[in-house]
């Protein structure tokens, strides 16, 4: 995330901080479609969804098979951007979420995705997701889609699943499921988690990163045109120790 507008950094959203509903509308407005113009909305703002990089772009895809899943599906089949073909009714929308992260293999809800609320400027509407889903195959119990390999996979000892389109199996408390590697991990150090979480809870001023599955902490501070740091006006700097 370190080619990301530094200021933007204030405005990151980790897991579980704001509760979102996801939709795909036609080029009229009308929800339901598939494919169609993806929409986000957590009753006070009601928007499009856009990846304003090409690292946006290149892990998109896990980020699709979870808006599938939210919208009502369980796998993506085709994720793009609008470019120059949009719509008239997508300038009627603002930017709702910007930069989201839902790692490469997806994550069973959105409530374990990392995102952005854009800033003025950050986004344009050729940059709106357009999304095409589909329903994947049917897992037998105590089994998850494996969208990697377009295949039911069994659960790892100590978990378990529903099977049907679960994309995910339900770990034991303090442990997490890893959708990269697609099995449970246990949270390090003091963090902790419920059964069946997609991410640890974090102690107080630490969050939860998606990609490490660590706890990390930001810290802030002011530089001049040289990198001084420890002054009162200047570039604002984040730093979490790895970006």
Same mark, same amino acid.
């Given at each position: 995330?370190?080619?990301?507008?530094?200021?933007?950094?204030?405005?990151?959203?980790?897991?579980?901080?704001?509760?979102?509903?996801?939709?795909?509308?036609?080029?009229?407005?009308?929800?339901?479609?598939?494919?169609?113009?993806?929409?986000?909305?957590?009753?006070?703002?009601?928007?499009?969804?856009?990846?304003?990089?090409?690292?946006?772009?290149?892990?998109?895809?896990?980020?699709?098979?979870?808006?599938?899943?939210?919208?009502?599906?369980?796998?993506?089949?085709?994720?793009?951007?609008?470019?120059?073909?949009?719509?008239?009714?997508?300038?009627?929308?603002?930017?709702?979420?910007?930069?989201?992260?839902?790692?490469?293999?997806?994550?069973?809800?959105?409530?374990?995705?990392?995102?952005?609320?854009?800033?003025?400027?950050?986004?344009?509407?050729?940059?709106?997701?357009?999304?095409?889903?589909? &329903?994947?195959?049917? #897992?037998? *119990?105590? @089994?998850?889609? =494996?969208?990697? $390999?377009?295949? /039911?996979? %069994? +659960? !790892?000892?100590?978990?378990?699943?529903?099977?049907?389109?679960? &994309?995910?199996?339900? #770990?034991? *408390?303090? @442990?997490?499921? =890893?959708?990269? $590697?697609?099995? /449970?991990? %246990? +949270? !390090?150090?003091?963090?902790?988690?419920?059964?069946?979480?997609?991410?640890?809870?974090?102690?107080?001023?630490?969050?939860?990163?998606?990609?490490?599955?660590?706890?990390?902490?930001?810290?802030?501070?002011?530089?001049?045109?040289?990198?001084?740091?420890?002054?009162?006006?200047?570039?604002?700097?984040?730093?979490?120790?790895?970006?």
């Amino acid at each position: 995330m370190s080619s990301l507008p530094l200021l933007a950094l204030l405005c990151l959203f980790t897991p579980g901080s704001s509760f979102w509903k996801f939709y795909i509308v036609d080029k009229d407005g009308n929800p339901g479609a598939n494919p169609g113009l993806l929409i986000a909305d957590n009753g006070r703002v009601r928007g499009t969804v856009c990846a304003v990089s090409d690292d946006d772009f290149a892990i998109g895809k896990g980020s699709g098979i979870t808006m599938c899943r939210e919208a009502g599906y369980n796998y993506v089949w085709q994720w793009s951007r609008a470019g120059n073909n949009t719509w008239p009714i997508q300038h009627t929308f603002p930017f709702a979420l910007s930069h989201m992260d839902c790692g490469r293999g997806g994550q069973s809800s959105f409530q374990s995705c990392e995102y952005y609320q854009p800033l003025p400027g950050d986004c344009t509407h050729a940059d709106d997701i357009l999304l095409s889903c589909e &329903v994947g195959p049917r #897992c037998p *119990a105590d @089994h998850f889609y =494996n969208n990697q $390999l377009d295949a /039911c996979g %069994a +659960c !790892p000892p100590g978990a378990s699943s529903g099977g049907n389109y679960s &994309v995910a199996c339900e #770990c034991q *408390a303090m @442990h997490y499921w =890893n959708s990269h $590697l697609h099995t /449970c991990m %246990a +949270c !390090p150090g003091n963090s902790t988690s419920q059964p069946g979480a997609t991410a640890c809870v974090c102690p107080q001023g630490l969050y939860w990163e998606l990609d490490s599955g660590m706890c990390l902490k930001w810290s802030f501070t002011l530089v001049d045109r040289y990198g001084n740091p420890g002054m009162r006006s200047g570039l604002l700097v984040a730093d979490n120790g790895r970006a």
